[in-house]
Structure formats: C-alpha cells, structure tokens
C-alpha cells in the first residue's frame, strides 16, 4: 500500500497533488509544528503585475507560534482576507478559458469562515483533488493517529499504523530521512522527480511555481494529464 505523509497547505502546487494522485493513503500530517515562512498558509498566482503570494494570516504571538501544532494554528480574521483573495484571483484569472468552470465552487470556499487554518486547508485539498479527477485516494490526518516518536521514528510509525508497504516523498527529504530504518522495517522508499511539461499562462514568461489555481483555470478537464501524464512512468 501506497502512502504520502505531507503537512495541509493552501491551494497547493502541481506537484502536492501528483503525489496524492500517486498515494492509495494520503495522511495530512498536521500535529506537527507549524513552520511561520512555508507554504501552510499561503501560494503563488499569476497576475498581470506578475507573481503573488495570496497569505492567510494567522494568530501569532511571537516565540509561542512556532511551538504550535498546524491543527491548533487559528486563522485571524481581523480583516476580510477571504474576500480579498477571491477578488485577487478572479481580476488575475478571469479571462482564463476555464474559470468560469470552477469559480462558483471556489467561491463557496472564500465565503467560508473557519476557525482553524488546517481545517480550511484541508478541505480545500480535497476538493481541488475531486475536480482533477484523483478519486482514488484515502485522506486521513496524521492527528487521528496517535503516532509516537520524532522525526523518521514518528513517519514510520505512522505508515505501520496504516500498514504501508511503500512511502512516496518529496526528493528534498533525501537529506533527512534515515533510510536505513524504512529497510529494517520492510517499507520501500520512493522520491518523488517533478519534471512537468509547460502549459500556456495569461501573463508569460511562464512560471511553473504557482499554485494550482492556475493550471486549472488554464487547461481544465485535461489539467491532470499536466500532473500524471503519459511521460510519468513512476505514476
């Protein structure tokens, strides 16, 4: 059994969801620490100025925020973030062949008002994953696990929890993953390679670090071949 253990993020990128594509398990792992400068609250678009980064802002009380699990990480809504993003994204986006597509669904999340930051993430994940067509996929949060240890201890633990036999992981975890224990415990280990073919953009050059959003609203039905197209013989 097939299984990718990565942490919720907003609206993510191409690959995040080539790797729920490749799981049979997908564990949203959100009990463990909350990094303040990566990609859990916030993503890249194309606008006509250029890339921005859309950002969730988030309850943070200094030293504290970084002792604090994703899941108990709180969206701030001292200001209507919500309804600027949607406006952000349907000014950049509008003129895209698909947008039209998605947008009602879209905006249904951008009316929401979650308390919890992984929470909103989380299902927005999800949904992004049915309208590519990856159907397949359990999603479960590593939190409803009860894991124990640290680090490579605490991954396999989890993949013995669910009874994986194989775990599939970005290549940047090559430099901290203890490989020799995913062999002692019988799980074979696989780094994920993202190479994926260009597609046109509204506003070039083209830039392949943005979130989703755009190749969605770009290619539609056909975005997931972009993700797991013929070409990928891991898939």
């Known amino acids: ?50 890339v921005r980064w859309l950002t969730i802002p988030v309850h943070s009380k200094g030293y504290q925020i970084a002792h604090t699990p994703i899941n108990q990480i709180r969206i701030a809504w001292e200001r209507p973030w919500n309804a600027e993003h949607w406006k952000t994204i349907k000014f950049s986006y ?65 993949l013995q929890l669910l009874n994986a036999t194989h775990y599939i992981t970005g290549p940047a975890a090559q430099n901290y993953l203890e490989e020799e224990k995913f062999h002692q415990a019988g799980i074979s280990l696989e780094y994920m390679h993202y190479d994926y073919p260009e597609y046109s953009q509204l506003y070039p050059p083209y830039e392949p670090q943005v979130s989703i959003l755009d190749l969605l609203f770009m290619t539609g039905q056909n975005a997931l071949g972009y993700i797991i197209g013929a070409k990928y013989d891991e898939f």
């Not at 990565?6 to 729920?20: A, D, E, V």
């Not at 009602?104 to 992984?118: C, G, I, K, M």
């Not at 909103?120 to 994953?129: K, P, Q």
């Open 94 to 158: 509008s003129k895209a062949p698909f947008f039209s597509q998605y947008a009602p669904l879209l905006e249904q999340f951008y009316q929401r008002h979650d308390e919890y930051l992984a929470d909103f993430c989380i299902d927005f994940t999800i949904t992004l994953a049915k309208e590519l067509g990856i159907t397949e996929t359990r999603f479960i949060r590593s939190s409803e696990l009860k894991a124990s240890g640290v680090k490579t201890d605490r991954l396999l633990n989890i």
């Open 1 to 50: 059994m097939k299984c990718v253990i990565l942490q919720p993020s907003y609206i993510p990128w191409r690959g995040y969801f080539h790797q729920i594509a490749k799981a049979d398990v997908f564990v949203f792992y959100d009990d463990v620490q909350y990094d303040r400068r990566g990609w859990r609250n916030r993503n890249r678009i194309k606008t006509p100025q250029g």
